[in-house]
């Protein structure tokens, strides 16, 4: 909470030419703790609702501005979330890397622009379909396994 004494506030109201003192302090130091601001803030926010609403600095009206004025104006000064960052995964890291490529590209010859291209591609299918996967040996594509019988199984066979 803002520990806010009542001189500053007094401070901060001379700085306008306004003499505070007494019931009216003690009242404007509860609104800057209750609204956890310091003097020049809320007394920044007197200055404009008492030139808006042409009022005097009485204990009525700083009611009425506690109550009418503060929750709408300090509500809106809140400062907006920063956004949390952004994690890629297999949906946006190509958005991500098409947008460098541009920007690399964009300094390129055309010769570099495509082997930039080549090299960045991100490959999703073997090129070479007619490469034999090393795991298959046999003629028919399946792995060469013995065919079972009951000699393989024996110690004497």
Same mark, same amino acid.
């Not at 609204?35 to 609403?53: C, E, G, L, P, R």
């Given at each position: 909470m803002a520990n806010v004494s009542t001189e500053e506030i007094a401070d901060a109201f001379d700085v306008f030419g306004e003499e505070v003192d007494g019931d009216r302090l003690q009242r404007l130091q509860e609104i800057c703790r209750s609204?956890?601001?310091?003097?020049?803030?809320?007394?920044?926010?007197?200055?404009?609702?008492?030139?808006?609403?042409d009022v005097t600095l009485t204990v009525d009206n700083i009611e009425v501005f506690n109550r009418e004025w503060l929750p709408k104006k300090?509500?809106?000064?809140? &400062? !907006?979330?920063?956004?949390?960052?952004?994690?890629?995964?297999?949906?946006?890291? +190509? =958005?991500?890397?098409?947008?460098?490529?541009?920007?690399?590209?964009?300094y390129a010859s055309p010769e570099e622009k495509s082997q930039i291209a080549q090299v960045a591609k991100r490959q999703l &299918? !073997?090129?070479?379909?007619?490469?034999?996967?090393?795991?298959?040996?046999?003629? +028919? =594509?399946?792995?060469?396994?013995?065919?079972?019988?009951?000699t393989t199984l024996s110690p004497a066979g």
């Open positions: 609204y956890n601001i310091n003097a020049n803030a809320m007394v920044d926010q007197w200055m404009a609702f008492s030139t808006s609403k300090l509500s809106s000064q809140k &400062t !907006p979330k920063a956004k949390g960052k952004s994690f890629l995964n297999k949906n946006t890291i +190509n =958005g991500v890397l098409e947008d460098q490529l541009d920007i690399i590209g964009s &299918t !073997p090129e070479n379909n007619n490469a034999k996967n090393k795991r298959f040996i046999g003629a +028919n =594509g399946s792995p060469a396994v013995k065919t079972f019988s009951p």
